[in-house]
Nanobody, 125 residues
Framework: QLQLVESGGDLVQPGGSLRLSCAAS????????IGWFRQAPGKEREGVSS????????TYADSVKGRFTISRDNAKNTVYLQMNSLKPEDTAVYYC??????????????????WGQGTQVTVSS
């Protein structure tokens, strides 16, 4: 079965950290750029970060720049999102998606080939 599986979501206090993982099953992840997205209750899905196939290029939404870091380990077929200095407004379901083209990997308008099922991140005291 071809799929992406996110993990690592949790309840964390403001200022805390989490590392999300996006693992590919049934296909080779290094054929794709990967985007991370999030969707909070009552809000539209938004792009958070993306990484190119080799990992040499990354992009970030302004709201997470300096706090989040995206990386990938193609040998493990996995992409990571390290989230530091978390804020209550980071609370959302986080999704990863695979796109053959890096420039559009963080765009919700792109037709990504694969989506994960999401992992819940809750930032609250």
């Amino acid at each position: 079965q071809l799929q992406l599986v996110e993990s690592g979501g949790d309840l964390v206090q403001p200022g805390g950290s989490l590392r999300l993982s996006c693992a590919a099953s049934g296909f080779t992840l290094d054929y794709y750029a990967i985007g991370w997205f999030r969707q909070a209750p009552g809000k539209e899905r938004e792009g958070v970060s993306s990484i190119s196939r080799s990992g040499g290029r990354t992009t970030y939404a302004d709201s997470v720049k300096g706090r989040f870091t995206i990386s990938r380990d193609n040998a493990k077929n996995t992409v990571y999102l390290q989230m530091n200095s978390l804020k209550p407004e980071d609370t959302a379901v986080y999704y990863c998606a695979a796109d053959p083209f890096f420039p559009q990997a963080m765009s919700v308008l792109s037709e990504h080939h694969y989506w994960g099922q999401g992992t819940q991140v809750t930032v609250s005291s």
